[in-house]
Structures are given as C-alpha cells and as structure tokens.
C-alpha cells in the first residue's frame, strides 16, 4: 500500500532539507507523543543510522526498527524500517523550482511479509481514502509551518 502527495514550499532547498532532516527535533515530538525512540548513534544522523521506535497501535504494543538509508541534500532522504513482517520505505524527494521555491515529494510504501501483517495491511486498505487524506493533510501542515518558520526567519 503506498501513500504519496506533494507540496510547494516558499523557501529554498537547502532550508527545506535542514529542516527534513533534523531527526533530534523529530525524536522530541514523537517523544511527547508517548512513543519511545532511540538512535543508535550519538552524532548527527547520517546514512546507517538506526532508531529503535515502539508505540501502541490497535492495543498491541509494536516495535519499529528504522534505518537511513539515503541522506542527500540535493534530492532528499530515504527510511527503511521493519516491524512484524511489515516492510515500509518512506521517501521525502526535493526538487528546487527556484532559488526561494521547493518541491517536496513524500511517500510511505507498506509491503508485507508474512500471514499476520498482511491481514493487518489488508485492514488498512479498507481505509485507505482516510488514511490518505490524513496523510496529505500532516503533509500539508507541515509545509505551512516550515514555510511560516522560514518567512520569520527561524
């Protein structure tokens, strides 16, 4: 199952991408959102960088293991991570349309490896359409902020 959407951000590609990439700030609000993160590396992430990620999800506890797998400030990044016979990559593509104008590409692609997450997939594919429009709309907030941030000088 694959979800993607694109957004236009008023700022320059190398803000945007300082921005996709600041996975301390990305730890903190999952942090605050109760869900447990740990890097296994004490630097700056680069690529090989893992998190170790368990949350509550349907009233299971899940463990996510993620791995950075692309880290290019000129076209974006990539995440593999693996739970259960879940397989996801998520991808985030920039692409400058100007020296103030980004275009950010995001996409989540889910595949499934065994009986258990493929039942678990096939659930969420009933509710694709929402799960898509929540998706665009995160997608979309995001944007917002980065740009407002941006326009304020932050």
């Known amino acids: 199952m694959k979800l993607s959407t694109r957004e236009d951000i008023e700022a320059p590609i190398g803000y945007v ?3 996709i990439s600041d996975f301390a700030g990305f730890e ?11 890097c296994h590396d ?3 992430a680069q690529v090989g960088t893992c998190w170790d990620i368990a949350f509550e999800f349907r009233g299971r506890p899940r ?21 259960d016979g879940l397989m996801a990559t998520t991808q ?3 692409v400058a349309l100007s020296s103030t104008r980004t275009r950010v590409l ?3 692609d889910m595949r499934a490896k065994t ?3 493929r039942l678990l997939l096939q659930s969420l594919k009933l509710a694709k359409a929402k799960m898509t429009n ?20 932050n």
């Not at 980065?146 to 326009?151: A, C, P, S, T």
């Open 106 to 108: 995001v996409s989540f």
């Open 115 to 117: 009986l258990t997450a």
């Open 42 to 44: 004490d630097g700056a």
């Open 28 to 38: 903190r609000r999952a942090l605050r959102q109760g869900i447990d993160v740990s």
């Open 134 to 153: 929540r998706f665009k709309s995160r997608v979309l907030d995001y944007a917002e902020n980065m740009e407002d941030d941006y326009r304020r000088g």
């Open 17 to 19: 991408f300082e921005r």
């Open 63 to 83: 463990r996510v293991k993620a791995e950075l797998v692309k880290l290019d400030p000129e076209h974006g990044i990539e995440v593999e991570s693996q739970s």
């Open 92 to 94: 985030v593509e920039l």
